[in-house]
């Protein structure tokens, strides 16, 4: 079977970590779109890549383009899943995949329509730490989980221009960094959250600069999430059951874990996989669900589905909070 041509619309900090990745395996991005056509050659030029698209919505047409992955703003998610779905293409979207539930489930509607894959490109879902978890969890060694503790903090300039404070451009800690947190929670949970509660505070420009979330699913697992986009916290998350709890640092791009066994306080250190190969693991992922054709084996590689669970939480909250953003509106 020959390679799978990846296209890729956009030119930021994802797409050079994309083109590197496929670097690694001797190989090159087919294709590069942007909305400033300079940057893309510019982009093709350091890559090696062989073809530039003079407009944009060439990429969605182009019959040798696989697979593209979307790394734009993610308030442009939308209109760029709409063409590449209808086109036919299988698309992997930097998070947030779109900005509500309602965007989501039009995509994946469109996806099945098309008979394509769709797959939020979430880090969590790819990086071999926490499937190495999931199996040592599935042992049932650690007795049943019983709560989640999840730091995420940035320091952003206080620049209300840039993108992370920038209403225009879908900023603020929830679709920024607390995506990453609730995926993490959604991972390890037995199934999603139906209790919500959760606490805000807004940056001068309306987007939420702080969080703290709370919750509960049928299951009675808990957590808890506190987000900030102008006060650093380390990336930490904390996994409780009933026999010992796991420490996860630098989630979402973590390789190593530690679990302790609270009866006797033993320490394990559990590593898997490397944070610079996080795309390398994303890449390998959608290509087999590619070439898979198999719901199944599909689901268990992308996890669209917990994608959906954490878009459902993301936009129920926003909503209790009276947030919206100007395609909202």
Not at 3 to 8: E, K
Request: aromatic share 10%; with cysteine; proline share 3%.
């Amino acid at each position: 079977m020959k390679p799978l041509n990846w296209a890729t619309l956009g030119c930021g900090v994802i797409a050079n970590e994309l083109a590197t990745a496929l670097a690694r395996q001797n190989r090159h991005l087919y294709s590069v779109a942007n909305r400033t056509h300079e940057k893309a050659v510019a982009f093709a030029e350091k890559y090696q890549i062989a073809k530039v698209y003079d407009h944009l919505e060439d990429v969605f047409t182009d019959p040798d383009v696989d697979i593209i992955y979307i790394s734009t703003p993610h308030n442009t998610h939308i209109q760029y899943l709409r063409q590449a779905l209808a086109n036919g293409k299988h698309v992997l979207c930097e998070k947030s995949i779109t900005l509500n539930s309602n965007e989501l489930d039009e995509a994946i509607a469109l996806a099945e329509k098309n008979h394509v894959i769709l797959a939020e490109a979430m880090t969590i879902f790819h990086m071999p730490i926490y499937r190495k978890l999931a199996e040592i969890i599935s042992f049932g060694t650690l007795g049943p989980l019983r709560l989640i503790q999840v730091n995420f903090g940035s320091y952003k300039e206080y620049d209300m221009n840039n993108r992370f404070f920038n209403r225009n451009l879908a900023g603020g800690a929830m679709l920024d960094i607390g995506v990453y947190a609730l995926s993490l929670i959604r991972w390890f949970f037995v199934e999603t959250a139906d209790q919500v509660l959760s606490q805000v505070k807004y940056a001068p420009t309306g987007v939420d600069e702080q969080a703290g979330i709370l919750l509960m699913n049928p299951a009675g697992e808990m957590a808890t999430v506190t987000l900030s986009l102008h006060a650093k916290q380390p990336k930490r998350a904390t996994i409780a059951f009933d026999k010992g709890y796991i420490e996860i640092f630098e989630y979402p791009r973590a390789m190593e874990a530690t679990i302790t066994y609270t009866g006797d306080g033993h320490k394990e250190t559990i590593s898997a996989g490397e944070t610079a190969d996080a795309l390398s693991y994303e890449v390998a992922d959608m290509e087999a669900a590619v070439c898979s054709g198999d719901l199944s084996t599909i689901e268990s590689l992308m996890h669209l589905n917990y994608s959906q669970d954490v878009m459902h939480i993301m936009t129920e909250i926003r909503n209790n909070w009276g947030m919206k953003y100007p395609e909202e509106e």
